[in-house]
């Protein structure tokens, strides 16, 4: 589904945005891989566009929700074995709420290890390296859990016993950047074990090595942001260069305005499509067609009421630069003043049925 419209979990566990990375390298006939998996928060909530930039997510009350969260990881436990849960979403605000909604459900289930590593205020200001500080927590974890490895004759010579799940709101910025700093670490062990390198040799060391290891993950990240949410991976710099450049923010500011069109003035048709496609929505000669326009529809009003806001500011700064000829003036500019901000008032009040929104199917 597309970024807005499909959060959470369903009823059954299934998580939006559940991504497995199978990270593959091969040397002198040896094979050698890692998994790591992302998925959204295994919980039933929701966060629907209003026209803010970042719209408040909200969770469902819901009698099944402890049953939703078992059957997600016990489904997680049966493809991979011994799971371990990296929670990237920041401490405070909004995100806190759901960070700590998933921290308390995940009491419920100790042999899970559940890890909370605010990325936000721990590597603020693209302090890339500061991942080793969650890195340096789960290493005895990671290790533990391996990396598959398999000869040139099929043998298997060891096996992943266990899977990391990473999650941030989207599963995508700062879980990218996040899964590919621990799938370096994999790779430097992977190469050490196959000869690539010795004991104490790096990727790093290696140009060549490590420009495709980057260029990897950058379009990894890529990929899974134009499909989920529509534009480019934001903070691509951080698994490119280790720290933000001029060119990066630039691109993270052009992503992030791309992202606030689609996901409001796009996405509603955009998931029905993916409903109908999937087969998740069954068409039906019986019902009536749920793109019917029933009762008030706002969103047509949205080009005239943006109109009207463009207009009632560029006269109101016109009329505010001739007050001190005429007293009529500063009248007109009170008065396009108000007609501004009661139009963007109703705007903000009614911004919810302003954005594309799906028809076929339901949130949960």
Known sequence: G?????????????????????????????????????????????????????????????EEMTKVVERHFHDL?????????????????DEGNLSNAFAAEMQNFPDIRYVHFDFHHICGGGNFDNLQVLYDEIEEAIQ????????????????????????????????NVTQSFLARK????QLQRMGALSSAESISQSDIINDKFKKLWVEHGDELSLEYAGSYALKGDLV????????????????????????????GVRQDALDLISGYY?????????????????????????????????????TLSQVGRSAQHLISSIIFAGLTAGVVALVKANGKQLCSRPRLCGLI
């Open 2 to 62: 597309t970024r807005m419209w499909r959060r959470g979990a369903n009823l059954e566990g299934a998580t939006a945005n559940f991504v497995e990375t199978e990270q593959l390298v091969e040397y002198e006939g040896l094979t050698s891989s890692f998994i790591q998996v992302r998925g959204s928060i295994p919980l039933l909530w929701e966060q629907i566009v209003d026209l803010s930039y970042k719209p408040r997510p909200s969770i469902i009350e819901h």
């Open 282 to 318: 069954t068409v039906s000669k019986s019902s009536s067609s749920p793109f019917q326009i029933i009762g008030f529809e706002s969103a047509p009003y949205l080009p005239v009421a943006s109109a009207i806001i463009v207009g009632g500011i560029t006269v109101t700064t016109f």
């Open 77 to 93: 436990s049966q493809r991979y074995g011994d799971t371990m849960v990296i929670d990237l979403t920041d401490k405070q605000g």
């Open 186 to 189: 994999s790779l430097d062990s």
């Open 144 to 175: 533990k859990q391996g990396y598959f490895l398999m000869n040139s004759k099929g043998e298997i010579l060891l096996d992943q016993s266990g899977v990391v799940r990473s999650n941030c709101i989207d599963c995508l910025d700062r879980t």
């Open 240 to 267: 490119r260069y280790g720290r933000q450049t001029l060119p990066g923010l630039i691109k993270d500011g052009m992503s992030a305005l791309s992202r606030y069109y689609l996901n409001n003035f796009h996405d």
